[in-house]
């Protein structure tokens, strides 16, 4: 069973930035394409970022592109996002999931079969 583990949320003002991590065990991390959704209260949960078992592709929700980073270290069995320039519309709990169909990024939810249980990110306006 594989367990995902998201740290790193917190409070920070617009503008600031966080770095979110999901650390992995109990399955084949390196083989796993890997991604962070968000969800705000009464929205649906939205990709935000994903990136495939070797890093050779990363996809981005568009309001996020040259804003987040999406990588990850199979040594580690972590992946990463790296928050910049947060807006207040960026509050969200974050989710980071994987999808053992690892050689591309799909951007659905009901890819992805493993996911961790959210750590909220908030930036003040």
């Known amino acids: 069973q594989v367990q995902l583990v998201e740290s790193g949320g917190g409070l920070v003002q617009a503008g600031g930035s966080l770095r979110l991590s999901c650390a992995a065990s109990?399955?084949?991390?390196?083989?796993?394409?890997m991604a962070w959704f968000r969800q705000a209260p009464e929205r649906q949960r939205q990709f935000v970022a994903g990136?495939?078992?070797?890093?050779?592709?990363?996809s981005y929700l568009d309001s996020v592109k040259g804003r987040f980073t999406i990588s990850r270290d199979n040594a580690k069995n972590t992946v990463y996002l790296q928050m910049n320039s947060l807006k207040p519309e960026d509050t969200a709990v974050y989710y980071c999931?994987?999808?053992?169909?690892?050689?591309?990024?799909?951007?659905?939810?009901?890819?992805?079969?493993?996911w961790g249980q959210g750590t909220q990110v908030t930036a003040s306006s």
């Open positions: 999931a994987a999808d053992p169909k690892g050689s591309s990024v799909a951007a659905t939810r009901n890819e992805y079969f493993y």
């Open positions: 990136i495939n078992w070797s890093g050779g592709i990363r």
């Open positions: 109990g399955g084949t991390f390196s083989s796993y394409a």
